[in-house]
């Protein structure tokens, strides 16, 4: 377990702006960072507490960050 977050402008340090543009202007990016940063604050909690949560739970969650910083990345791309 890392306990560290994983803050989109920490990800992407070279896309603050944009990330930053895109959440004022485009509602599908403003909801994925919102999902995002839910999720996140989520996993970061866990971690950082030591909740008991199950290992296949706390795989999902992980899994389900991942995707959505997957589709973020893409649309910080153009995509």
């Keep these: 377990m890392s306990h560290v977050p994983h803050e989109l402008a920490e990800e992407f340090p070279d896309h603050k702006d944009r990330i930053h543009d895109l959440k004022m202007n485009n509602a599908h990016f403003a909801r994925l960072a919102d999902e995002y940063h839910t999720l996140n604050r989520e996993i ?11 290992d296949p ?4 969650l992980k899994k389900q960050r991942l995707a959505l910083k997957d589709e973020v990345f893409a649309m910080l791309n153009g995509g």
């Design 44 to 54: 970061h909690r866990i971690e950082a507490a030591g909740i008991n949560v199950d």
């Design 57 to 60: 739970t706390y795989e999902d």
